[in-house]
């Protein structure tokens, strides 16, 4: 998921705590997967993202 920044996860973490530790994940691993896995994707997350919502803004004509 490129669109995920550390502070989503960090709310899936707090939202979902009870359920990663009965499943024995470690919510600091995870933060700190994700801080070091999101800088890694905002690039490549913008562009995509970014030409998605230009074609909202204006829409170009598909060939058929």
């Known amino acids: 998921h490129a669109e995920m920044t550390v502070p989503m996860v ?11 530790e009965a499943a024995g994940e470690d919510a600091d691993a995870i933060l700190a997967h994700a801080a070091a896995g999101v800088s890694g994707v905002q690039g490549p ?11 909202l803004v204006s829409p170009r004509k598909v060939a058929s």
């Open 10 to 20: 960090r709310a899936m973490v707090d939202a979902f705590g009870e359920e990663l």
């Open 45 to 55: 997350a913008i562009t995509i993202f970014g030409g998605w919502a230009d074609l």
